[in-house]
């Protein structure tokens, strides 16, 4: 039987054998009573996880088609895309092809979002919503969320869309106290799921704001889950694995503790940052505003990136990532989210060591 090749790229990243079982369970009919009871199992505790008194929803789909319907569900007209990677980047053209008036707030790769500017974009008076990602992946920025969310506290009738894809249950985030309108995350980053699912929640202001809103769409209309979630419903057939691994995962999450959990992602993020400095290598993002999930290295000893991930998948089964889009082989970015712990980050990096003799 070949060798399992472990990841260690920043999603997927590696599902365990506990989750990957629980995916396997036997199907249920997903509009009986036994569907409904998973939903009603599973939701406090993703409430917990998102620090909202709202309803969780349950989209079979990646991150990317809801990030389709905040824009659809919640941007009047003008909405401000603050740009600082190849995803938050994305948000632009997305809003642009769902018919909306999408400006840039747009900062070099590396550096993160600063409020000061959001404040100077939003005292315009023409911008109805802000798209946000707080955890940029492709560059290792993790940008200021409280300070922003500060600054959107001054504008009550714009309303912040946030992408916590690669950041959500690794790092705290309340999305009531914060004033987040909506909040999304997908399943294959720090959750360590399959890929394919995504978890959103939404707040009093943009369902008040989606009601008035024309041409929505169906398939990803916020009014359309905030009914069938009433009944421990969604809207079109889910996946009912992710849900069961979804199940599975928030047991795991609620034994650790989440400050354990939370305070495990911070010391094998800080594993590899030593690593980084101590090898000659240095970061892509910027001091202060580097991610808890992931970090995106500068391939400042001019190493050949491409053979450095292919020795290290040959001789120690190990997968990372060679540089998002134009960042390929400029930068290599190594995740500690989802699962791993001191001892699997240390060993990651201990073969990155042995590759680089």
């Not at 979002?113 to 946000?132: Q, Y």
């Not at 714009?158 to 690794?170: G, N, P, R």
């Not at 009912?240 to 928030?250: D, N």
């Amino acid at each position: 039987m070949q060798q399992h090749d472990k990841l260690f790229t920043p999603g997927p990243v590696e599902v365990s054998a506990k989750t990957l079982a629980a995916f396997a369970r036997p199907m249920i009919g997903h509009r009986g009573e036994d569907f409904k009871n998973l939903y009603r199992d599973i939701h406090p505790k993703l409430q917990t996880l998102f620090g909202t008194k709202q309803p969780v929803f349950l989209s079979t789909s990646s991150a990317w088609g809801v990030m389709e319907g905040a824009i659809r569900n919640v941007v009047r007209q003008n909405v401000l895309c603050c740009m600082c990677g190849a995803f938050s980047d994305k948000w632009l053209d997305v809003a642009r092809r769902c018919g909306k008036n999408a400006e840039p707030l747009q900062v070099e790769w590396g550096k993160h979002i600063d409020a000061k500017d959001v404040d100077l974009a939003l005292s315009s008076g023409k911008f109805d919503a802000v798209t946000l990602i707080h955890n940029e992946t492709s560059t290792g920025v993790m940008n200021p969320l409280p300070e922003i969310c500060a600054t959107l506290a001054k504008y009550p009738d714009v309303a912040l869309i946030l992408d916590t894809v690669s950041s959500f249950s690794a790092v705290k985030i309340d999305m009531d106290e914060l004033g987040i309108d909506v909040m999304l995350t997908g399943s294959q980053k720090a959750l360590a799921l399959p890929p394919g699912f995504s978890l959103f929640s939404v707040s009093e202001k943009a369902f008040a704001r989606a009601e008035k809103i024309d041409n929505r769409g169906y398939y990803f209309d916020f009014l359309e889950f905030k009914k069938q979630q009433a009944n421990w419903m969604t809207p079109t057939t889910p996946s009912i694995g992710h849900i069961y691994a979804l199940q599975s995962k928030l047991e795991e999450i609620f034994e650790e503790g989440i400050d354990a959990r939370l305070d495990r992602h911070e010391k094998t993020n800080a594993l590899v940052h030593d690593w980084v400095r101590s090898r000659g290598f240095d970061f892509f993002a910027e001091e202060g505003f580097r991610s808890k999930t992931l970090t995106c290295v500068k391939n400042n000893r001019g190493i050949d990136v491409v053979d450095l991930v292919k020795r290290l998948r040959e001789r120690h089964h190990i997968v990372i990532d060679p540089g998002y889009g134009k960042l390929k082989g400029k930068t290599f970015r190594l995740s500690n989210m989802g699962d791993e712990t001191e001892e699997t980050v240390s060993h990651l990096l201990a073969c990155l060591d042995d590759v680089l003799k």
